[in-house]
């Protein structure tokens, strides 16, 4: 029997809600709907009164679930869509973020994001947000790609004190397949070496890992070793990892589906650069999405964010240096 990478999501919210009374479900036909993905679907029959359905106003939602954990409660939110997220923008960087710093009192919301694009969801259906919230003090920033993240790091997300934005892949909902639940899980902020290599370091998050590895793929029957790197949270960043492994590949790619400009990929190209300079035997390179609004048409998507073969392509030009 296997699982999805949103069936480890549901089941992650199914074990918080059983294990911790202070823990609530809060969001646009999260209940008996079962959520626009279904991500809680029959949580709200099995747990009555804890899994709500909100107005259609995320910052109003933001507001009531930040209300919440001042008085003691762990409120995860589903927000439709990452891009509606926007809507709530001030609570969550204003208000949420700054709350422990403000007055020493813990906010501990869930800010469960469905990001990432999928054919034909176009403009306001497609964006990655991690970018923008990383940039605010005081928000943790997770970027689940496997299955066993969706899981251990929505159950870490809930635990800790601080506000938590939770970017989880729609494109991965049910492209992604694991044998079981983990027992065991890497804590937020460490990165994973999905692959190990010895001739270029790709570091990347999300979706863009499955791709990556494909690439990795097509690259070894061309003679080359291609690391990955899985970041799993942008915020904390784990420079260490990334650093470590520049170290022993002389070379670095970033590939993030998100746009370029600001984006993760010039941070840790930055990092890399100011504390590991001397460590690199060729110019550092990113790929990302194009610097454009999402377009609709299936083939359209496919052209603006990165490929296994748009990577591969990328990555020779690093090797080739």
């Known amino acids: 029997m296997s699982i999805t990478y949103l069936e480890a999501i549901r089941e992650a919210q199914a074990k918080a809600l ?34 709500l359905d909100s107005p259609i106003a995320e910052d109003a939602m933001a ?81 689940p790609a496997t299955v066993e993240d969706a899981y251990s790091m929505l159950l870490e997300a809930v635990a800790i004190d601080d506000p938590v934005i939770f970017c989880e892949h729609k494109f991965l909902y049910y492209h992604l397949k694991a044998d079981a639940l983990p027992t065991e899980a890497l804590p937020v902020g460490k990165a994973r070496i999905a692959r190990v290599g010895r001739d270029l370091t790709l570091v990347t998050y999300s979706a863009m890992v499955h791709e990556s590895l494909a690439a990795a793929d097509e690259l070894r029957s061309e003679g080359w070793e291609v690391e990955v790197v899985d970041l799993r949270s942008v915020k904390p960043l784990d420079t260490d990892t990334v650093i470590a492994s520049v170290a022993r590949t002389g070379r670095l790619l970033c590939v993030g589906e998100a746009w370029p400009w600001g984006g993760v990929t010039a941070e840790v190209i930055t990092r890399v650069v100011c504390e590991g300079y001397d460590l690199l035997d060729a110019p550092p390179q990113r790929l990302n999405a194009k610097d454009t609004p999402v377009p609709y048409h299936p083939n359209l998507w496919s052209a603006h964010r990165p490929t296994a073969t748009s990577i591969a392509a990328a990555a020779r030009k690093v090797l080739q240096r």
């Open 63 to 143: 507001g009531l679930a930040i209300g919440a954990a001042l008085e003691g409660m762990r409120p995860i939110l589903e927000m439709q869509f990452a891009d509606f997220s926007t809507v709530a923008f001030n609570q969550i960087v204003n208000q949420a973020a700054t709350m422990f710093w403000r007055t020493n009192i813990s906010c501990p919301i869930t800010v469960r994001l469905p990001c990432g694009g999928t054919a034909g969801s176009g403009p306001f259906h497609s964006q990655t947000m991690e970018a923008i919230y990383a940039h605010y003090p005081g928000l943790v920033v997770l970027t």
């Open 18 to 51: 059983r294990d911790d009374p202070r823990v609530f479900i809060y969001g646009q036909d999260v209940g008996a709907f079962g959520g626009a993905f279904k991500a809680t679907k029959g949580l709200a029959k099995e747990f009555p009164g804890r899994v």
